[in-house]
C-alpha cells in the first residue's frame, strides 16, 4: 500500500534529510553560514536504515538524500548503499552543491546512487561566488563533465531565479542547454522565516519565462501519473531540458507526492508546515509498527496546500533545516 492523504495524493517519494550543516552560504538559505549550536545528533546511519525500510514498506519508491550539505558527512557512501539496498526503493538520488562531485562522484555511484541534483545558481564564476560564498564554479562544472565521462547521465540543475542576483542569467543557460544535456529546473524563491526582506526584493514568477519558452518553440513534456510539481519542456534544437518549479503557481500542491524526515527525525508534511512530527523515538525503540502507526495518523494532518500566498511560510527559518 502507498502512504496516501485525505485528499487523495499518494507518497511514494520521500526527501530524507542526513544533515544541517552546510558548508556554503547561499544569500537566499544561509546567507551567515550555518551556525553552529549545541544540538542533537544527525540520524545515525542505523536509523537512517530504519527510516528508509519504514517508507519502503508503505510504498515508497524513491527517496532523495538531501541536506543542509550531504556531502559534508564522511559516510554518505554508506548511506546511499544502505538506502539503495532496501527492497522496494528503486531510486536514489542526492541533491548537493557539488563542492565534493569531482572526488567522491564514483563512489556514490558505486554505492548505487540514480539520481543527481546539483546547484548551480549562475554560471558566471563571479556571480556564482557572490551568491554562494565560494569561488567554485569551474569543480561543479568539472564533476558534471566527469558525470558524463562516466555515463551517468541521470542529472538535473537547479538554479533559483533571484531578480538582483542572477536574473540576468538566462539567456546564458539557455545557450549552454543547447549543448548540454542535463535538465536545468528553474526554481522560484520561496519566502522562509529568515529570508523575508530578501524575498520582497528577489522573487521572480517562473509564469513569465514559461510563456517566452513556450513562444519560442519549447513544448511541455508529457505528464505522467505519478510525477511531482515540477513542469519541463523540450525543444528540437537544444540538448537538455527545462524544468519549472513554481511553488507560488495555482495548483501547485494537487500533484505533491513527497514527503520529508529532517535530519533530526522528524516528518515534514509540506515544505512549509509546522515543526515535524517527531519518529525518532519509535525508531530509537526499534518499533517500526509503532512508527508506522504514528507515520499513518501524522499523514491525515495533511493540509490541502501550503499558505504561502497569505504570506505564511510556516516554521521553517531556512532550508538548509529540512532538506529544500
Ligand atoms: N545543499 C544542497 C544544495 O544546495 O543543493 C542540498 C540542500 S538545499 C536546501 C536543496 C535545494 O533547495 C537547493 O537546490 C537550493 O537551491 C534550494 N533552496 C534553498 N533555499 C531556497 C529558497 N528559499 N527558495 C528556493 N529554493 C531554495
Ligand atoms: Fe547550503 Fe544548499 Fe542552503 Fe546553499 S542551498 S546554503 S548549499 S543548504
Known sequence: MTLQDNFGRRFSYLRLSVTDV????????????????????????????????????????????????????????????????????????????????????PEWIDAGLTQLNVSIDSLDPRQFAAITGHDRLQDLLQGLALAKSLSFDRIKVNAVLMKEHNGDQLPRFLEWLRTTPVTLRFIELMQTGDNGGFFDRNHISGESIRTDLLNDGWEPVLRKAHDGPAQEFWHPDYAGRIGLIMPYSKDFCSSCNRLRISSLGKLHLCLFGEQGYDLRPYLQAGSLTQAENFLIECLTDKKATHFLHEGKSGATAHFAQIGG
Open 22 to 105: 552546510c558548508n556554503f552560504r547561499c544569500n537566499y538559505c544561509l546567507p551567515d553560514g550555518y551556525q553552529c549550536s549545541e544540538k542533537e545528533q544527525p540520524l545515525t546511519l542505523e536509523e537512517i536504515h530504519q527510516v528508509a525500510t519504514l517508507f519502503a514498506r508503505n510504498g515508497t519508491r524513491k527517496i532523495r538524500i538531501t541536506g543542509g550539505e550531504p556531502s559534508v558527512r564522511r559516510d554518505l557512501p554508506d548511506i546511499i548503499r544502505t538506502v539503495a539496498n532496501i527492497p522496494g526503493i528503486e531510486e536514489v538520488a542526492l541533491t548537493t552543491n557539488g563542492w565534493k562531485l569531482p572526488q567522491f562522484l
